[in-house]
């Protein structure tokens, strides 16, 4: 008997770390409707909406909670530099791109847990009312420190971080087709050791 | 053996979709909880400081925006939010408990002076003189300000701006007509 009930415990316990794990992976790596990729950066378009399926609005709420629906704002993240590496504190990138067509925008920079990094610089965002624009551009310096850049944002205690993309008020173009947007590039420059 | 493997498997999509189904009503119970918790109760806004890397409410905020959440509670009828007016971006976000952002407007729809939405439980009476009736589809969710200063003075000027911003139970006194 007790064979028996350890048998079926275990088989318990297997579905539903099983379980747990697969919806993990679904919510995290799976494309469902309405999500797009533009240059490494991605979004949903069913962010907030009230059309969201359930892996959207699992996706939403353990990534972005209250997030605004598509007409008032869009939202791109990325956790990878162009060329597909996973963004990583050790190393420092240059963020180039343009003005977005959006009433105001920002890059804001997130830790591995997905908040702010725990650090002081007050380099966690760049955005279109404080960038210094160079020509009809900005660079930015994605590092620990901060050395000469114009615009830098701050990786110090960032571990494998991700960027942030906020489009407030998207022009009616970007709306309808956030994959025409022409999004910030970013390059990976030197990694600590020489990774 | 082939039995066993069945039951796993069964287990397994028992669990993934109950997870993936419970997940958002979950975490926004927990949200709405902390928003309360930081205004001392529902139906009042929490005057968020500004966000730094001790912010660790809500995942990925926005450090250029200042924020205002209220926890709404429709339990023993409406709410009325009351948005005050800023020279740069301000919006109102509506969230209902499975996340869903069924209401947004901002300044530039909200003009230049106060503004005041009626949040009323979906097909509940609208009480008398109320404006701007907005339903939602769910007791309780989350009322989110949204207000653009992404410099200290720029905060401290919304700081003293949203001072005028309510989210308030509709007094019981007020009678209500059907609608």
Known sequence: MWKTLLFALTALAVGVALGLGSAWTAVSRLSFSGRITDGG??????????????????????????????TETVYFNRSTDDAGAPLDAACVYRLKGRDLPARWWSVTLYDQDQYLSRNEDG???????????????????????RGDAANWLSTRNAGKFSLSLRLYNPDPAVQADPGKAVLPVVEKVSCAGGV | MGGTLLRWLLVAAVVHGAAVLAAPSVIMGKAIARVAQGASGVN??????????????????????????CAYDLTNGPVRIRIAPWDDYVSLSLFAANTDNFYTINDRVMGDALYEV????????????????????????????????????????????RKQSVCETWLASEPARDG
Do not use: M
């Open chain 1, 41 to 70: 950066w991605t979004t949903n378009l069913n962010t907030g909406s009230t059309a969201a399926d359930p892996y959207t609005r699992a996706a939403v709420a353990r990534d972005g909670l209250l997030a605004l629906a598509r």
């Open chain 1, 123 to 145: 380099a966690h965002s760049i955005d279109a009312t404080r960038v210094v624009r160079a020509g009809d551009g900005y660079e930015a310096t994605v590092s620990v420190t």
């Open chain 2, 44 to 69: 009042r806004f929490n005057h968020q400081p500004p966000v730094t890397p001790q912010s660790r409410a809500i995942v990925r905020p926005s450090p250029d925006l200042a924020y205002l959440s």
């Open chain 2, 118 to 161: 009626t949040l009323i439980r979906k097909g509940k009476p609208i009480p008398e003189g109320a404006v701007n009736v907005v339903e939602s589809p769910s007791v309780k969710g989350i009322a989110l300000e949204r207000r653009l200063a992404p410099s200290a003075e720029r905060f401290a000027l919304a700081d003293e701006a």
